[in-house]
């Protein structure tokens, strides 16, 4: 297996007097795309967004590229290379596509030929390059959050549940687009309830639940594998998108 980018190792994050994270151990190998599965309330995003140092782990480590990361400030987190695109998506629907991405540009304007790799895979974002981002469709505004992401090359993304309420023939899309995005060799932690989606472009995957990873394979193994999936993820699975 590939080399381990990001590592947690008894992570425990507390929300207020709530235990919500109970001892996560996590390794998202580099290049690979991790898909972290689970039950609602499982954990997933709070396991993101402790990595992302929104909430601050009260107990044990995070390791991205050789560093301990728990405890950093967000922007310093971003800054070390990993960006996040949360399940509410983090545009500002009232600038227009193109100020949306020069504003997630953080080494000044966005690089011309790098726009040209993200038109490829999501060509609407050229098409409404001039609109303002509210006028942009489901879809279109999840692409335009993923896009902001990768606006510079990023070692890490992390990314919640691209595909909610996403139509089907989009989603085909956004398979195209992460499937470029890892061709490049980013690496990328995905949390997704469609598994289809998870097993078209996971190379291994974690299922949470309780606040716990409890389970770990390659993704290929799980996608062939239905009586684990009923087992591990049961009726919340969304096995048939
Ligand atoms: N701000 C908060 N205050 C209190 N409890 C919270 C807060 N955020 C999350 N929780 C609780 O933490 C648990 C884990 O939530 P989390 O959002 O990480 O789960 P998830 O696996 O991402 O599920 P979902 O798919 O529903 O988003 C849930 O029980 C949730 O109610």
Redesign the pocket.
Known sequence: MAEALLTLEGVHTH??Q?H?LQGVDLTVPRGGLTVLL??????????L?TIMGLWKPSRGRVTFAGRDIAGLSTPDIARAGIAYVP?AMGIFSDLTVAENMTLAARRGPPDKARLDWIFAFFPALRRFWSQPAGVLSGGQKQMLAIARAVVEPRALILV??PTKGIAPAIIDNMIGAFAELKREGTTILL?E?NFRFAAALGDTVAV?DD?RVVHRDRMAALAADEAAQTRLLGLTLDAHQ
Do not use: H
């Not at 689970?38 to 396991?47: E, F, L, P, S």
């Open positions: 929300i207020g709530y919500i689970g039950r609602n309330g499982a954990g997933k995003t709070t396991t967004r399940e919640d549940e949390v309830q949470m606040g």
